[in-house]
């Protein structure tokens, strides 16, 4: 089925492991996006990309790197996990029109807990 | 900077009852609007969303919303609310007309209680 693909569903990590979670996406999208999601503060934006080998900052990004070599894929990096980084994380994507097609898919998410 | 307010944090209903959360939101132009469903342990559901025309959107599951420009609100509704309602619902707010940008931003979220 056409859509967003997270892995994995679950992870617990130690302070200061590393670890990449995985998004990707089927639809040809130009647009993807990193989430947080943590109680009482909605979600808020971690990275974003244009397109292929464009990335920018969102409004958490610190502790976090993203690259973008293909159109499918958006890893998202810790380089070295801390217990604030727990969290459920969303991946999103959605086509560069506007109008009608205007719309975000998103992933099933990630549940990750530093220990 | 575009922006997202919800101010009620929980709503509890009766079933059968009305209801209607709020959403205020800050943006330079007309936005793209957006009501998201969150149930325990789930993603994230698209309810509806707003981009031109008729200020009335009707969604799924028998919600709909109302686009108030001078009040830089879009609340949602529902005439009567089922027990299945019961979720964490997002409101969120994305680039304009043109299509440009890729920052959706969210609301802090209203938790829903349906008593039976």
């Known amino acids: 089925n056409a859509g967003v693909t997270q892995t994995p569903k679950f992870q617990v990590l130690k302070t200061g492991q590393s670890m990449t979670l995985q998004c990707a996406q089927d639809?040809?999208?130009?647009?993807m996006s990193w989430y947080r999601q943590d109680p009482g503060m909605g979600l808020r934006l971690i990275h974003y990309?244009?397109?292929?080998?464009?990335?920018d900052q969102g409004e958490v990004p610190n502790g976090y790197n993203v690259s973008r070599s293909t159109t499918e894929d958006f890893p998202l990096r810790l380089l070295s996990a801390a217990p604030s980084q727990t969290s459920v994380y969303f991946c999103?994507?959605?086509?560069?029109?506007?109008?009608?097609?205007?719309?975000?898919?998103f992933g099933s998410g990630t549940r990750l807990t530093v220990v | 900077a575009q922006s997202v307010t919800q101010p009620d944090i929980h709503i509890t209903v009766s079933e059968g009852a009305s209801l209607e959360l709020r959403c205020n939101y800050s943006?330079?132009?007309?936005?793209?609007l957006f009501w998201y469903v969150q149930s325990p342990g789930q993603g994230l559901q698209l309810l509806l969303k707003?981009?031109?025309?008729?200020?009335l959107v009707q969604g799924i599951k028998g919600f709909e919303a109302e686009f108030k420009r001078s009040q830089s609100s879009f609340n949602l509704r529902k005439p009567s609310v089922h027990w299945s309602d019961a979720a964490e619902y997002f409101c969120?707010?994305?680039?304009?007309?043109?299509?440009?940008?890729?920052?959706?931003?969210f609301g802090t979220g209203t938790q829903l209680k349906v008593e039976l």
């Open positions: 999103a994507s959605r086509t560069r029109q506007g109008g009608e097609n205007y719309g975000y898919t």
């Open positions: 639809m040809n999208h130009e647009y």
């Open positions: 990309s244009v397109g292929a080998g464009i990335t």
């Open positions: 943006y330079g132009a007309t936005p793209y």
């Open positions: 707003y981009f031109s025309g008729d200020t």
């Open positions: 969120a707010v994305g680039a304009g007309l043109t299509g440009g940008g890729n920052k959706l931003t």
